[in-house]
């Protein structure tokens, strides 16, 4: 093992690229044993947490109009997801390169997580071609992925690094938080969140590798400041929340008929917009080792995300 990956596993409790490759081939799956042939999504029960779908805050609609609405948060789940692992790709690819030669463990590393979140892309669009079969109704997302991952990857590294590694412990937070107890969800949606975790939890210690190669050697005045951008990218991401909000209600009109007065789309529209909200940033960045890998870039960096976090919760 290299000086550098010894280094690096002191400050990362011991964990260590070799120890992440190992673990991620240990758990290494396949889509087809996921999803496909017999393995159908089952459109009569919900398939967000409801920690995370926040549905029944919604009194004014029915069981059956909760649980369409429940559904319409899940293919934008698929959507979103698909959206951000797109920029963690290229992320990690940029990354990896520069250093093909040297730590053999962290090339392979690096490479397996690359590889996982290709498979990862691909089985939410498989994830997605059900649902579209399934639903019945056209739900529109956000997008193209392909702008957004050309938005945020226009940030300082280690602001993009830190709103990757957010996002490694929010989907570990998904699964732990809401669905391993929950039996009412449909067993195939569970089953995506399930494996998702699985592989993830690999991922957000290999992200903290990552946020520590790249703040290695800044003052702390480029830390702030990429601080500051992270927080930017949360903001970006956030307006794209509130436009996914107003796509969800669109969609939950057209799939149920219903008519909302404007008191009632007003309560959909804060509600829901609040729910995103701790889904996709809230639920990161409170995680307490989202706020310890911060902690120790910088105690000031912890302070700066723990006074907006709850804006997200
Ligand atoms: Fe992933
Ligand atoms: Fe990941």
Known sequence: MSTASEMVMMKNQGYSYQAALAASQKVNWRIEDIIGGDKRLDFSKPFMPESLARVELLDFLSADEQRTLNQIRGN????????????????????????LRGDDYRVRALLQFAGEEAKHIHLF??????????FGTNCAVIGPPEAIGRAVLAHDPLAVALTILQIEWMTQRHYLDGVKDDQELDPLFKSLLKHHWMEEAQHARLDVFVVEALAEGRSRQEIEKAVEEYVEIGAFIDDGLKAQTQFDLEAFVRATGRTLTESERERFVAVQT????????????THPNFQATLESLLPEARERVKQIAPLFC
């Not at 797109?86 to 940029?94: Q, T």
């Not at 609040?274 to 960045?285: C, D, E, I, V």
């Open 76 to 99: 934008a789940y698929l959507c979103i997801f698909g959206v951000v692992e797109e920029f963690i790709l290229p992320f990690l690819m940029d990354h990896a390169r520069p250093q």
């Open 125 to 134: 669009k498989r994830f997605r071609e059900q649902f579209d079969n399934g």
């Open 274 to 285: 609040q729910a995103n909200r701790w889904t996709y940033l809230g639920s990161g960045m």
